[in-house]
């Protein structure tokens, strides 16, 4: 990763060199400003957010169904301690008792497989949408990087792998964040 970084900043640097009697038309973005503040962004976080109330709620009430599974088992296992009780009994009573411990543990593995299922589903849609959101702002990055002639266009909010900025400085006046934020919500529906 850091070989890539350099041979990056040394082809950036050979560029430079090369059309150092051409000017240069140099920009930079946040790119995680536009990630963040882009409506779709929000909507598709709301999303997640419904996903995931739906899977607490599912959680809770079979958690409660385990729950009331338990108190039968507690109150099972009380009667089959008593000692009035015959051995005719204490076998029935044995016998309710194990079912109902099966059906504990068939319960609780199953919720644990669906909420494991549900949250990788979750979770592969949201990156599904981010990856969507993403491509959407890079196209049109792209589109206005050429329509203005730029030469290169640099995210000042990405670090390196030892996390310094890589972009150390550029003037706000090479910025183009604001206007590709803009051009991204112009057509964010009102609320």
């Known amino acids: 990763m850091k070989t890539g970084i350099l041979f990056a900043a040394l082809f950036s640097l050979m560029s430079f060199a090369t059309v150092a009697a051409q ?8 790119m995680k400003r536009l990630l963040k ?5 929000e909507e598709a976080q709301g999303e ?22 338990e ?3 507690s109150t099972l296992r009380k009667q089959f301690e008593d000692p009035s009780l015959n051995e ?25 497989e669906y909420l494991d299922r549900k949250r990788r589903q979750v979770q592969e849609e949201m990156q599904r949408q981010m990856r969507g959101i993403l491509e959407e702002i890079t196209k049109l990055l792209e589109e206005k990087a050429k ?43 009102s609320n």
């Open 48 to 69: 997640l957010n419904e996903k995931q109330a739906l899977l607490t709620k599912a959680n809770n009430e079979k958690q409660k169904q385990i729950q009331e599974l």
């Open 37 to 41: 503040d882009y409506y779709r962004t």
């Open 88 to 112: 005719a009994r204490k076998k029935e009573i044995y016998e309710q008792l194990q079912l109902k411990q099966q059906e504990g543990i068939a319960m609780s593995r199953s919720l644990k």
């Open 147 to 189: 329509a203005e002639d730029y030469d290169f266009v640099y995210d000042k909010s990405g670090n390196s792998t030892t996390q310094v900025p890589v972009v150390l400085y550029s003037k706000d006046t090479y910025d183009i964040t604001e206007s590709l934020l803009a051009e991204l919500n112009k057509n964010e529906p």
């Open 71 to 73: 108190e039968e088992i």
């Open 23 to 30: 000017d240069l038309k140099v920009a930079t973005v946040d």
